[in-house]
């Protein structure tokens, strides 16, 4: 709760800091009015009026933002035309630019009032200066270039001081890294700017006779170029970064699918591709919701009727991003500091399965883009959410169905078995007296049932027992079981286990199945294939796991194993072959006669990569 303060807080100083920025900055702007001793309109005016504009409007990128190349156009219209007109030029242009680019409005006036106080600062201190340094005997050019460099570091210093306490009144956080990236960016447009205002002092020392618009257009041409080439190439590599986050989002996401920790997987893959205050997940399962808070915090974490009914009632993306609007179905929710959200929907064959909601903590927070890519990440939750839940019923039914074959199983054979020997123990008590010897007989074989059942129940507990994938997972339990084969001193056959690629989450459902193969694999090879070698490989590649065990020995008919198995019902090829099937794999077997045995199960993955030793 006091953080929440502490917050709310922060973002009323920034609030008051920026207006108190603002209205200094439009004062100055409105006094140069009373000051301006006419305004000058001619074609050069005109043509440096266009270049700035067109630097303002497509600023160069530089280390996590963009900057403006303007300042070589700003001083020339400055030594050329006077403070007065470079104010309110200045201003107003900037104040265009930012309601082109449809900024909140306390951005719009406070980027102008923040340049303009900073240029007029620096043009006063560089008045005083040069007033106690200005000497006859110095020359023209030096004096120049003294002047500008004085100029030049008081605007970039004063306007960094500026714009750094805004960020760090704000209630974002402003770490060091994003400070530097910042600095570093105004370092390369200092650098560039420098170069310009050096050249504008040598050439116009030199008696070149009356500047022109040629020669204004041909000087400052190559820096409009910069602006405008840098500009359009980093919004091309922006979108590309932004396409390329959202496949590996979707990727990375697939890969979850099998595992349970997906909120943790999901707050890492949401940090690579956006920023935000709070973000937060709500699932409609069985028809409750339940929310889950992905980042950040929440007033409360629960959720009345009417909140329900309105997210039940969201059908396509929504932004509230200013007071009128407010903050949509979670107003109360939400902290305090939060001013603009984004509600995208989950939806299912339009049906509601859920709703991604993000937050930040300024009004018009979010960007077309930003809201094109929360609206991309909803619908890859979406499916996400569904294929986990269809994996789960999956995952269910089979359970189901292997409960049912236990019952049919004890049913049909053990209770049978049972009920057989019963009866005849019945009848052997009534021939008790009468007839020893057919009551002995009766007796014996009732014996005889009673103990197969019994080792039929045995196989039944020990067939209910844990797998050994869901005590050690697959990888172990594989190891395991080579390392009791290999204590045990009538075991003659040589096993050599590789595993190729990047090991990933898999389900416990598939790695029961690719056990179970295993198991049977190893089985059949020390029954029946008098082997004396036998090669295990799992490799994890790009869409799918392959699980191949090869042996050396005397192979067989695949054909007879084939009637054997129909005839002779067990966990044998069939089984396996259906086990397979249940997990969408695939089960090749490959034998002949003398030349051994390759058994390959193939189990399909989503988005899971391997490595370049994959086969």
Known sequence: MMDMIHKTTDFHISQIYMVFISVIGWIVVFSQF???EGFSFSLNLFLLVVFLGICEYYPMP????????????IYMIYVVFGIDQVIILYAFIVLGVNILHQRPSRIMFFNPAQLVISFYLAHLIHLAVMEKISDSLVSPLFLGMLGFILMISLFYFINNIIVDIVLWLRPENYPFRFWWGKTQGELISFIIAFIYGCLIHILGSQNRGEIDSFSFFFFFSPLVGLSLLSSIIARLKTEKSRIRALFDFSSELNKSIPTSDWVKIIRN???EVM???DCLLLLKEKHQWEITV?????????LDKQMVLELESLKQLRVYDDKKTGKGPLLSLLRQSTRSVVYAPMLFEDQVIGCFVVTRARTK????EDTRAIATISNQLAGFFKTKQLVSEQERRIILEERNRIAHDIHDGIAQSLAGAVMKLDTSYKKLDTNPADAKLLISDSTKKLRESLKEVRDSIYALRPYPTEQLGFHLAVERKIADLKKDTSFQINIQLEERGKRGPISPMTEKVMFSVFQESIQNCIKHAKASELQILISYQTDHIVLKMTDNGQGFSLYHAMIKAMNNPHYGILQMNEAAEKIGAALQIE???????????TVPKLGLEGEANND
Do not use: D
């Open 269 to 271: 893959l949401l940090k």
């Open 34 to 36: 009373f000051s301006l």
């Open 294 to 302: 992905v980042e950040g915090e929440l007033n409360t974490p629960i």
């Open 591 to 601: 034998s002949k006669t003398n030349k051994g045995t390759e058994i390959t199960l």
């Open 275 to 277: 920023q935000y205050e």
């Open 62 to 73: 530089v280390p996590r933002g963009q900057t403006t190349l303007t300042f070589p156009i």
């Open 365 to 368: 927070g979010f960007t077309i």
